[in-house]
Nanobody, 125 residues
């Protein structure tokens, strides 16, 4: 299982970006998937998650601005980011649970067994 993120870049405040995460694995549809981010000097924080059934959750800081989605046929996870703010600048990571995961799909980093290398998002004010 190897998540590979893409779509990061530099954008002005108020702009939009769409991140993608391609996951080379079978049974992608059965995995809980999440997006996390980490800015320099700050702890990693959960941004959004989507369960195998399509349930979603968001951090308060991105609620109403970000939308997570998944295309199970394409083994791809997305994060549509709108109304971006300078404080959204960070390295964004895609993460997947293992198939043996039986817990609740939630924005808890320890639940996720597989992580991508990250894609940088920089928002200038």
């Amino acid at each position: 299982v190897k998540p590979v993120e893409s779509g990061g870049g530099s954008v002005q405040a108020g702009g939009s970006l769409r991140l993608s995460c391609a996951v080379s694995t079978y049974a992608f549809s059965r995995r809980c998937m999440g997006w996390f981010r980490q800015a320099p000097g700050k702890e990693r924080e959960g941004v959004s998650m989507i369960s195998s059934g399509g349930s979603t959750a968001y951090a308060d800081s991105v609620q109403g601005r970000f939308i997570i989605s998944r295309d199970n046929a394409a083994n791809t996870l997305y994060l549509q980011m709108s109304s971006l703010k300078a404080e959204d600048s960070a390295m964004y990571y895609c993460a997947s649970t293992g198939l043996g995961f039986s817990g609740v799909c939630a924005l808890v980093a320890d639940n996720f067994a597989y992580w991508g290398q990250g894609t940088q998002v920089t928002v200038s004010s």
